[in-house]
């Protein structure tokens, strides 16, 4: 096994797939920067160009490039607070509010170097889960995987301000994301959900319209308002140099990004919970470390650790999801769906033999994460300087820029003008939860976890009754989530009997 | 004068035969699903070989309009595309049924689309894992109604789902039909642990697992496809002319499963044109090499079968139809 991890690295590193590799990191980059192109799209334009190409070619193309879109797409996030991927939308919250302060440089350092430890680990995780991946896969079936989503929702109690009524607040705008997840027709009678019969809605609401109107409407009218630039009055020379410190910030909080990766890894390898739930379940339990109240309230305003969890989770999961993608051919997220369609134009069936004969041609897509992370990582702490500049453009020349990216992100993704009705309405919505002071995120959460939730509580009572209730695993789950609801709560109140005492 | 007419007269004859050379044009085919899927890739497929069969070697780009099981790509196709020649659409094969079962939003009538043809026929089977007891047909008979096979599905409208519920309405096969898995992967997964016993679909997307001995078919729709020649057909144990006549009507579409329309009102020069470009390139050496690679399995169904077929199924008595809405409705 040793042997087949260094030749894969050589066979990465022969001048071929390198090469190949830099062509799908250029791509890539871009992709991830503009939002709306996503990355899986980018994957199925590319699959025919992978004919000719040996199969770690191919690998170091196609992944070279989709595992830097989720590390360039923080870097729009961060700066105009525009979702460069739907897979990336939570790091917003923190991220944009730093540029906001003046701090562009640091959250793009920190959002940059914790990407590439959840990179590295996300690999890791996928060379080491080779032995006990089908074991790990198998143990987790619909019940266990409807707990996980439990376990996801408790994570609203963090995601909420502290006290009754912030509770209150994050648990109802939870609760009007699972409503909205419901639209669309439901896969067990086949009832059309409000739809108000159109078509458009006829399969749900799409992802990245609601995400982008969520998050970059309100930046937008926020800075038409104060009409000055991003990072308001704030010197230049300011803002480039908080790069390192960012950097620093990641290892300052090594065990919290440790954790997000391993968060990101374990959703990545789940099949059937999709790409963006980990990077919000990160930002859950980085909001969970805050330890005092101050601290939890510096959350959404501009803390560090709302950078880095996200953003190491973004990454981490890309490893993760590979692992049922190469082990059992069933594909962790779209891109691995298309990613799939590649193995079989390669002549390789996905399946054990891809942990046996094919075990070179697995650690090279290892290597291919870790290079093509690494790269890129260097190549942008390059630019950051002129990147975090962006933040001091001034409003009348930057808003304009943002609009067209922000309506050619959601129009993109289906190719309707009611996309963009959609990207509207819910920025005014966004927009009146920021003004009221309602966190958005739990609202995301609800969204994003509500199908999951009710399609694998309807498999576990219709497979097994009321018996999936006993299962280990499930009750251990169950556990968790009540330990992440009551954890909140009993820290407010050992901080109120301490600050009582004192 | 008499000029003035053969000219005009000339133009009237030539303009026809202009609409065939495609020199500097763009002809799209507009797809109702989003990248990456199966419809998405035979249209991809077939962009890439299709210039070199039609005169002047026009650019053939795949334009993805997703949403409502490709009912919104259809009604474009039928109201809006200009029916210049230049738009081809490729849709969910089962939009046939949801004609026919009246389902809200068609905007179309199927039997006025200037039919193409089809690029590739999908039968589906029923496959159960291979530990199970069960070998043949016969033996599915006998699984007890206190403990029934737990079939896996996404939902209602996909073969998952229909072709399975019909076995157990019209067969009396004790199945228990459990949906909601968010895609046919996942439900290989919930059969691989047990989950699941076992699931539908199309014979395409099971044999990878077929091969590799997790499940073993039993029975197949109407469609045959190399391979499975052998497997009994579901209609052919109908206990009556009505329970027949609807597993036929669900398994039509397949023998189309790839189709491939122009706007109505498309000029009968272009419509010939690309119908005879549509019959050579699926037998095109590369694009079957490159087929083959994706596993694709492409066989050429003229437009004029497809319409036959369409004009079948739309031309049910209404008790049929109502008895075959009962079960199946249009999704996925």
Known sequence: MIEALFQGLLQVLAWKPLLFMLIGIVLGFWVGLLPGLGGATTLALMLPFIYGMQPIEAFAFLLGMHSVVATTGDITSILFGVPGEATTAAIILDGHAMAKKGEAGRALGAALSSSLVGAMIGAFALAAAVPIVRPLVLSFGSPELFMLAIVGLAFIAALSAEGGRGMLRGFTAGGLGLLLSMVGQDPQAGVARYTFNTLYLWQGLDLVPVLV?????????????????????????????????????????????????????????????????????????????????????????????????????????EGGSL??????????????????????????????????????????????????????????????????????????????????????????????????????????????????????????????????AENYLYISVARYEVAWLTRPVVVVLFALAVVVIVYPILRARRLARREANA | MKRAVLSLLLVFWAAPLLAQDYAGKTVTIVVGYKTGGGYDKVARVLARHLPKYLTGKPNVIVQNMPGANSLIAADYIYNIAKPDGLTLGTFNRNLPIAQLTHVAGVKFDMRKFQWVGSAASESTVLAIRDDLPYRTFEDLKKVPADKPLIIGATGPGANTYDFPLLLKELLGIHLKIVSGYPSSGDIMLAVERKEADGRAGSFTSLTPFIDRKLVRPLVRSRASEPGIEKLPVDESFAPNARAKAIMALRSAPEVIGRPYVMPPGTPAAAVEAMRQAFARVIDDKDLKAEARKQKLDLNYVSGDEALKVINELLDQPKDVVDEFSKYIKFGE
């Open chain 1, 213 to 317: 109107g969520l998050f970059a409407i309100p930046e937008l009218v926020d800075l038409a308002v104060r009409g000055t630039s991003i990072a308001g009055e704030l010197p230049v020379g300011k803002l480039t140099k908080g790069a390192l410190e960012g950097v620093k910030d990641t290892f300052r909080h090594f065990w919290l990004t440790i954790r997000c990766s391993l968060i990101g890894t374990f959703i990545g390898i789940m099949p059937g919970l999709g790409g963006s739930v980990a990077q919000w379940l990160a930002y859950g339990h980085a909001a969970q470390s805050a330890r005092t109240a101050e601290e939890r309230k510096g959350f959404g305003n501009g803390d560090v650790r709302g950078v880095i969890g996200p953003g190491a989770a973004c990454n981490s999961k």
């Open chain 1, 323 to 452: 692992v049922p993608t190469v082990a059992f051919g069933v594909p962790g997220s779209t891109a691995m769906a298309i990613l799939l369609g590649g193995f079989f134009l390669l002549g390789l069936v996905p399946g054990p033999d891809m942990l046996t004969t094919h075990l070179t041609v697995t650690f090279s897509m290892v290597w291919t994460i870790v290079l093509a992370n690494v790269i890129t990582v260097t190549a942008c702490f390059l630019f950051l300087d002129r990147l975090a500049r962006l933040t001091s453009v001034p409003a009348h020349r930057l808003i304009p820029v943002i609009l067209v990216l922000v309506f050619i992100g959601s129009y993109t993704t289906n190719n309707q003008y009611a996309d963009i009705l959609v990207t509207l309405i819910f920025g005014a919505v966004g927009w009146l939860m920021v003004s009221a002071g309602w966190p958005r995120a739990p609202f995301v959460l609800g969204l994003v976890l509500g199908k999951i």
